[in-house]
């Protein structure tokens, strides 16, 4: 399994793509749902998603969960190589997920089916308090 757990993708995106290998040829999906749950400016999300992009990724996909049902997101998702989780609302991003079957969805493609996860700040926490206490 491959994880990676930070407080902001653009500030380390630098020191994970050595860890990971050629990055060029990996479809990436850019969760934004926790952002959702914001309001005001969310420069940020741009921000980070270009520095996904600096970093080598050539396949950079936006995607939510909102909206979507379980057999949806797996079906969406199966054909990524990286989930990226982008950072936000963590009380947002925990109902949508919940309500929408994801939990359950992202969990198998990372735990059994080897996709690389890495979340920023909400996602980050999401997974750290619920998905390895469970």
């Given at each position: 399994m491959q994880l990676f757990l930070t407080s902001s993708?653009?500030?380390?995106?630098?020191?994970?793509?050595?860890?990971?290998?050629?990055?060029?040829n990996l479809k990436l999906t850019f969760i934004?749902?926790?952002a959702e749950g914001e309001e005001g400016?969310?420069?940020w999300v741009d921000s980070d998603r270009q520095a996904l992009i600096d970093a080598g990724f050539k396949q950079v996909t936006d995607y939510t969960f909102?909206?979507?049902?379980?057999?949806?997101?797996?079906?969406?998702?199966?054909?990524?190589?990286?989930?990226h989780l982008n950072g936000g609302n963590t009380a947002y991003l925990l109902k949508v997920i919940?309500?929408?079957?994801?939990?359950?969805?992202?969990?198998?493609?990372?735990?059994n089916q080897g996709k690389i996860y890495?979340?920023?700040?909400?996602?980050?926490?999401?997974?750290q308090a619920v998905v390895l206490k469970n």
């Open positions: 993708i653009g500030e380390v995106i630098g020191d994970i793509v050595p860890k990971i290998g050629n990055v060029s934004t749902t926790a400016d969310k420069s909102t909206g979507k049902n379980t057999k949806q997101i797996k079906n969406d998702l199966k054909g990524f190589d990286i989930l919940h309500q929408t079957g994801a939990f359950d969805v992202i969990k198998d493609l990372v735990l890495t979340g920023s700040s909400a996602p980050a926490r999401w997974w």
